[in-house]
């Protein structure tokens, strides 16, 4: 069974930091990994993607303040959030398409499947 459990949201003020991850059940490789997320009465978007051969994409809106990353050996994605401005509020979910193809602006498509984690809540308010 797939398990993909986000950790590390939390509430902080504007300019400050958050690092989330993802523990996952399953082998990062043949995954395109991304983070998304969705506020309230607003569509679920994608912020930042990591393909399987490595490379990395943002949405305009987190690039140069959000920064994807993994631990292949202990099979966690990470999200640095550095910077964080009231509209980055919202809950996160990492997906793992599995052999997806990793697009702009953070989304990866054409995967076989599709898991969700449950999402972790980032508040970002003074």
């Known amino acids: 069974q797939v398990q993909l459990v986000e950790s590390g949201g939390d509430s902080v003020q504007p300019g400050g930091s958050l690092r989330l991850t993802c523990a996952t059940s399953?082998?990062?490789?043949?995954?395109?990994w991304a983070w998304f997320r969705q506020a309230p009465g607003k569509e679920r978007e994608a912020v930042a993607g990591?393909?399987?051969?490595?490379?990395?994409s943002y949405a305009e809106s987190v690039k140069g303040r959000f920064t994807i990353s993994s631990d292949y050996t202990k099979s966690i994605l990470t999200l640095e959030m550095n910077n964080l401005k009231p509209e980055d509020t919202a809950k996160y979910y990492c997906a793992a398409d599995l052999w997806g193809n990793l697009r702009g602006g953070g989304a990866c498509d054409g995967g076989t499947s599709r898991y969700w984690g449950q999402g972790t809540q980032v508040t970002v308010s003074s």
């Open positions: 990591l393909g399987i051969n490595g490379d990395t």
């Open positions: 399953i082998s990062l490789y043949t995954y395109c």
